[in-house]
């Protein structure tokens, strides 16, 4: 399974509570991480059914922005 990679502005673990619930439900538990350790912040998504497009809107709609890292 390939693994998308998005920058985030979901910067701390007060950003990710918020998140988590919508990031839940739409992609589904376990299938997203964002890395919180490094200044990128990075958001990986492991959900095959899921467009970019439809990941940033998603990720949109938990109140944050994702743009795809190629």
Same mark, same amino acid.
């Given at each position: !399974?390939? $693994?998308?990679?998005?920058? @985030?502005?979901?910067?701390? @673990?007060?950003?990710?509570?918020? $998140? @988590? ?11 997203? /991480?964002?890395?919180? !350790? ?18 940033? /809107? ?6 944050? @922005? $994702?743009?795809?890292?190629?």
């Amino acid at each position: !399974m390939n $693994a998308q990679e998005f920058k @985030t502005n979901i910067k701390c @673990t007060g950003c990710l509570s918020k $998140a @988590t619930p919508v990031l839940n439900e739409k992609l589904g538990e376990g299938n997203w /991480e964002v890395d919180l !350790m490094t200044l990128k912040k990075t958001l990986t998504v492991s959900s095959p059914d899921k467009s970019k497009e439809e990941i940033i /809107e998603i990720v949109k709609e938990s109140g944050f @922005t $994702a743009e795809p890292i190629s």
